[in-house]
Nanobody, 120 residues
C-alpha cells in the first residue's frame, strides 16, 4: 500500500521560504514512470499544480512559480521536499503531494494535505 504524508510548518510569514516534505512509504521514488508532484488548493479555488520530480531526478515547475520553486529528494529516506521562496499571503493553501503516473496529471495516490497559512 502506497502512502504519502506531507509535513511542514502550518504558518509562515510573508517573504519567508516555505519548505514542505513528503514522506513516501510502500514505493520507491526512483521507480520508472512515476512523477512525484506538489499541488496546492487555495481557499475557495481549484487545484494548482506546482511541479514534480521525475524518477530520474529531473524537475519541472509551473511557469508561474518556476523562479521561486525547487524540489529535491532524499532517496535514502524516501522523501521529497518542495521549497517555495518569497511566499506571499496568496500562498495560503492546502498543499498536497501526489504520485503521477506518467507525468500527465493522472494521480493515483495523494497525501492527506497540509494547511499552510502565510501571514504576519
Amino acid at each position: 500500500q502506497v502512502q504519502l504524508q506531507e509535513s511542514g510548518p502550518g504558518l509562515v510569514k510573508p517573504s519567508q521560504t516555505l519548505s514542505l516534505t513528503c514522506s513516501v512509504s510502500g514505493a520507491s521514488i526512483r521507480t520508472n514512470y512515476y512523477y512525484w508532484s506538489w499541488i496546492r488548493q487555495p481557499p475557495g479555488k481549484g487545484l494548482e499544480w506546482i511541479g514534480y520530480m521525475a524518477d530520474s531526478g529531473s524537475t519541472y515547475y509551473s511557469p508561474s512559480l518556476k523562479s521561486r520553486a525547487s524540489i529535491s529528494r532524499d532517496t535514502s529516506k524516501t522523501q521529497f521536499t518542495r521549497q517555495l521562496s518569497s511566499v506571499a499571503p496568496e500562498g495560503t493553501a492546502v498543499y498536497y503531494c501526489a504520485r503521477d503516473l506518467g507525468g500527465g496529471g493522472e494521480y493515483n495516490y495523494w497525501g492527506q494535505g497540509t494547511q499552510v497559512t502565510v501571514s504576519s
